[in-house]
């Protein structure tokens, strides 16, 4: 509903508060239920104390509606009706001076999606499309990350799709095309994975010198047990024409992208070998409950070890065919790009790099002397976790003790105690090493677009 600021004026010599009945009768008037009964829904009051004013925050159908339940107000003074909006619907449209975009019901609200993901905690970089980040410390918990405050990362306007009416076909050098429902999908065998998603671009604000593109810090990364059908299964079910070998993942989320003169959708390409090697997942739960729209309701893949772009979401086609997928973010986007003894060369972005980081201390934190954690949680495409070292102070690299189960697709907690005898500074680095041999640089090699920033990570703190 739309949004309003009321203003309420009154003389010092007429304050109807006091008047101990007129003054009740007013904030009777105001109340919650007296407000729903005439179809105004009150957000926040406040009085300016000395200066008799009253100004509140209210939702109404239209203007008429509000103004009907002015009516007691105006006769204690005067009313002044402005139209408003919330600082993220003014942050997603553009600025104090644009109207309020029309939003199509097939769309999330993009003031609503933003202010959700304020309210849980996220770090917003970005309105539209909504992107923010998980604070580093948040990090610290649990084995997955409350949905809330997992991270997001989107291209363009948040789909807002009807579970009931929605369909996946699967399609192209298929020997039967399927067309399935969230009820077909819910029948199927089901499985549940604990997985890391990280955006290629975590860590991009760290490169010297700067790169375009989203600035994330280190928190644009998070873990979840997702539950849904081995995407295997149906491909099999569909059943390959001789010489498929690439399957093209199309959402429903799309726009204009720059250099394009029309719209075009979301999608991303893999090779029937990968999505074996991967054990891919068309999932439709996190952490046990439903998709929300900013996840990928109704259904999205998710692809185990590659960074987060291979798992599409808002799912609605898949296309096998003979051809590499050639997607504008497949060809043009997420991709290595380097110049090398004054050559250009470049490498597409598949699996992630093997990263720790440090949830505790945080940046800034005060540590008394004495005993303390050194706390984190480390990942890898490649495979698990071996081994995360820690250094405190430039000093020798020490191996932290690895905690809980290890998951080959899923970040590994670890910690490091360790006893703080001198007051002052202190830095803590974290290395991650993973069973194939990687190992964090100290630091990454930049490239232009920024992607797969896995600089060892360095926190400073002060013991008092």
Same mark, same amino acid.
């Given at each position: 509903m739309p949004l309003f600021i009321v203003r309420h004026q009154h003389a010092p010599e007429n304050c109807p508060a006091r008047d101990p009945a007129m003054g009740v009768m007013l904030l009777n008037h105001l109340s919650r239920p007296s407000a729903a009964r005439y179809g $105004? $829904?009150?957000?926040?009051?406040?009085?300016?104390?000395?200066?008799?004013?009253? &100004?509140?925050?209210? =939702?109404?159908?239209?203007?008429?509606v509000l103004q009907a339940f002015l009516a007691p107000f105006r006769q204690a003074g005067e009313v002044e009706v402005m139209a408003a909006s919330t600082c993220a619907e003014v942050v997603a449209s553009g600025g104090c001076d644009q109207p309020a975009a029309e939003v199509s019901a097939a769309l999330l609200d +993009?003031?609503?999606? *933003?202010?959700?993901?304020?309210?849980?905690g996220l770090l917003v970089h970005r309105a539209y499309p909504l992107n923010g980040e998980t604070s580093v410390p948040d990090l610290a918990g649990g084995a997955v990350m409350p949905n809330g405050r997992f991270y997001l990362r989107n291209h363009f306007d948040i789909p807002n799709l009807d579970g009931e009416r929605y369909r996946l076909s699967v399609g192209g050098l298929v020997e039967r095309p399927l067309s399935l429902s969230m009820r077909d999908l819910h029948n199927l065998h089901a499985?549940?994975? @604990? /997985?890391?998603?990280? *955006?290629?671009?975590?860590?991009?604000?760290?490169?010297?010198?700067? @790169?375009?593109?989203?600035? #994330?810090?280190?928190g644009a990364v998070s873990t979840a047990e997702w539950t849904g059908v081995p995407l295997i299964e149906v491909i099999e079910r569909a059943g390959l024409q001789?010489?498929?070998?690439?399957?093209? &993942?199309?959402?429903?989320?799309?726009?204009? @992208? =720059?250099?394009?003169?029309?719209?075009?959708?979301?999608e991303r390409g893999l090779s029937f070998d990968q999505i074996r090697e991967t054990g891919a997942l068309l999932a439709y739960e996190m952490n046990?409950? +439903?998709?929300?729209?900013?996840?990928?309701?109704?259904? !999205?893949?998710? @692809?185990?070890? #590659?960074?987060?772009?291979?798992? $599409?979401? #808002?799912?609605?086609?898949?296309?096998?065919?003979?051809?590499? *997928?050639?997607?504008?973010? %497949?060809?043009?986007?997420?991709?290595? %790009? #380097?110049?090398?003894?004054?050559?250009?060369?470049?490498?597409?972005?598949?699996?992630?790099? $093997?990263?720790?980081?440090?949830a505790s201390p945080d940046q800034g934190e005060s540590l008394p002397r004495g005993e303390t954690a050194i706390r984190g949680v480390a990942w890898s495409g490649a495979g698990n976790i071996s081994r995360v070292d820690v250094s405190l102070n430039d000093g020798p690299w020490r191996e932290a003790r690895l905690v809980g189960e290890r998951r080959s697709s899923a970040w590994q907690w670890w910690e490091l105690i360790t006893p703080l005898e %001198?007051?002052?500074?202190?830095? /803590?680095?974290? !290395?991650?090493?993973?069973?194939?041999?990687?190992?964090?640089?100290?630091?990454?090699?930049?490239?232009?677009?920024?992607?797969?920033?896995?600089?060892?990570? *360095?926190?400073?703190? %002060?013991?008092?």
């Open positions: $105004v $829904v009150i957000k926040a009051e406040a009085v300016v104390r000395g200066a008799h004013s009253l &100004f509140f925050i209210a =939702e109404a159908a239209d203007e008429t +993009p003031a609503d999606a *933003c202010q959700d993901a304020i309210e849980a499985e549940s994975l @604990v /997985v890391t998603l990280e *955006c290629a671009g975590n860590g991009r604000s760290l490169f010297d010198p700067a @790169v375009p593109g989203e600035a #994330w810090g280190l001789p010489g498929a070998t690439q399957l093209t &993942f199309r959402g429903a989320d799309g726009g204009l @992208v =720059e250099g394009r003169d029309a719209p075009i959708r979301f046990g409950e +439903p998709l929300s729209p900013p996840h990928g309701y109704p259904l !999205r893949l998710i @692809v185990p070890g #590659w960074y987060a772009v291979a798992s $599409v979401k #808002w799912l609605t086609e898949i296309i096998v065919t003979d051809k590499p *997928c050639e997607a504008h973010y %497949q060809a043009e986007k997420y991709w290595y %790009q #380097w110049v090398r003894n004054g050559r250009d060369e470049r490498e597409p972005v598949t699996l992630m790099n $093997v990263r720790a980081l440090i %001198q007051t002052g500074p202190l830095v /803590v680095r974290a !290395r991650g090493t993973d069973m194939a041999g990687r190992t964090q640089p100290e630091r990454a090699e930049w490239n232009r677009l920024g992607y797969g920033n896995n600089s060892i990570h *360095c926190v400073t703190a %002060q013991v008092i």
